[in-house]
C-alpha cells in the first residue's frame, strides 16, 4: 500500500504505539514486517541514548507508510489486540479509529487470510492492494484457453473474432469480479486469473462453473460465429512469489502446473486438480467426478443438459 496516510490517521497510529507499547513490543512489532529494521539507524539517536516512545511511534509509522506496509502495521495491531504479541495482548488505543481510517482509505478486512485488501468498490489492482513483489501467497489460479483458436480466426471476419473475444472476456470478468479474483494476463484466446482472498478455492471453482453456465447462453443467444465459442478451463493452487512481471509468472511452477491441468481438460469442461478438490465443500465436490480410473486427478464438472 503506498497511498497518502492523512495527518489525523497518522497521529493515532504514533498515539496508539506509544501509549499501549513499550519500546521494545514497538521493536518487535515493527521487525515483523520489516526483518531488518534499525531504530537507532532510522532516527539517527546514538544507541547510547534511550530514545523517548513517542519518537520511536513516530519514526515507525513514517516508516511503514513509506515503505507501503501500512496495512500489514494497521493488521499487526489488531492482530495485538487480539491474539498478542510474545504472548501478551495489548489493548490498542484508538484501534477504532485506526481501523475506520483504514477503511476510509478504500480497504477492507478480510476475515479468512486476516489481512486488509483494497475494497473493490473503490479500486481494482492486480496484487489487490497488498501482497508484495517477490514475497510468497498461497494462489488458486484458473487457466481459460479458447479450443480451436486457430481454426476460428481463419474461419471467421476480424471484427466478428474481436467482437466474440471481448464477449468472452467481459463474461469472465463478471464471474470473476463478484468473487474477488483479478485478470494476471490476457492474450485475447484466453488467460489467467488469480485468487487470494477469502474461501479462494470455492471462488475459483465457482467462477469457472459460471463461466461455463454463461457461455452456453451466449453461444445461443450472442455468438456470432459460424460455430459454438468452446473453451477449456483449469483450476489449480498452490504456492508462488507475487510478481507484476508476465516473463516471470510464466516461470513460476504453480502457474506451469494451472496451464497442464487446462490442456488436459476438454472441450467445454472444468478440470480441476486434486489440491483444489479436497478443499471444496461435499455439495461442490460431487459434481467434479474424477477422469477416467484416476483417483489423484484430475476431476472435471461439464455441463448435464437435457
Not at 472444468?270 to 467434479?288: A, H, N, T, Y
Request: with cysteine.
Amino acid at each position: 500500500m503506498a497511498a497518502k496516510i492523512p495527518t489525523a490517521l497518522r497521529n493515532f497510529c504514533i498515539r496508539a504505539l506509544s501509549e499501549s507499547m513499550d519500546i521494545r513490543t514497538m521493536n518487535h512489532l515493527i521487525k515483523n514486517l520489516i526483518p531488518d529494521y534499525d531504530i537507532y539507524k532510522q532516527t539517527g539517536f546514538p544507541s547510547s541514548i534511550a530514545i523517548p516512545n513517542i519518537d520511536v511511534a513516530r519514526q515507525i509509522v513514517s516508516d511503514v507508510t513509506q515503505t507501503g506496509k501500512f496495512c500489514s502495521f494497521v493488521q499487526a495491531l489488531v492482530d495485538a489486540q487480539d491474539t498478542g504479541i510474545m504472548g501478551r495482548r495489548y489493548s490498542i488505543s484508538f484501534l477504532r479509529e485506526i481501523i475506520k481510517g483504514t477503511y476510509d482509505l478504500g480497504y477492507v478486512f478480510d476475515s479468512v487470510s486476516k489481512m486488509f485488501v483494497e475494497n473493490p468498490n473503490f479500486r481494482k489492482t492486480r496484487n489487490w492492494g497488498v501482497l508484495e513483489k517477490g514475497k510468497e501467497y498461497l494462489f488458486v489460479f484458473l487457466d481459460i484457453d479458447i479450443v480451436g483458436n486457430s481454426r476460428l480466426v481463419r474461419s471467421n471476419p476480424h471484427n466478428t473474432i474481436q467482437k466474440t473475444y471481448a464477449d468472452l472476456r467481459s463474461l469472465v470478468n463478471r464471474s470473476i469480479d463478484k468473487r474477488n479474483g483479478r485478470f494476471w494476463k490476457w492474450e485475447g484466446d484466453g488467460g489467467l486469473v488469480a485468487f487470494f482472498f477469502g474461501d479462494k478455492h470455492t471462488a475459483a471453482v465457482l467462477s469457472a462453473m459460471e463461466i461455463m453456465h454463461e457461455l452456453y447462453i451466449y453461444n445461443r443467444t450472442s455468438c456470432v460465429l459460424n460455430e459454438p465459442l468452446a473453451v477449456r478451463i483449469g483450476v489449480h493452487s498452490g504456492s508462488c512469489e507475487y510478481s507484476a512481471n508476465d516473463e516471470q509468472l510464466d516461470e513460476l511452477e504453480t502457474i506451469k502446473e494451472t496451464h497442464d491441468v487446462e490442456k488436459a481438460a476438454d472441450p467445454d469442461s472444468v478440470f480441476i486438480s486434486i489440491v483444489v478438490k479436497v478443499m471444496l465443500d461435499e455439495f461442490i465436490s460431487v459434481l467434479f467426478p474424477p477422469v477416467g480410473t484416476k483417483k489423484n486427478g484430475p476431476f472435471r464438472y461439464t455441463l448435464e443438459l437435457e
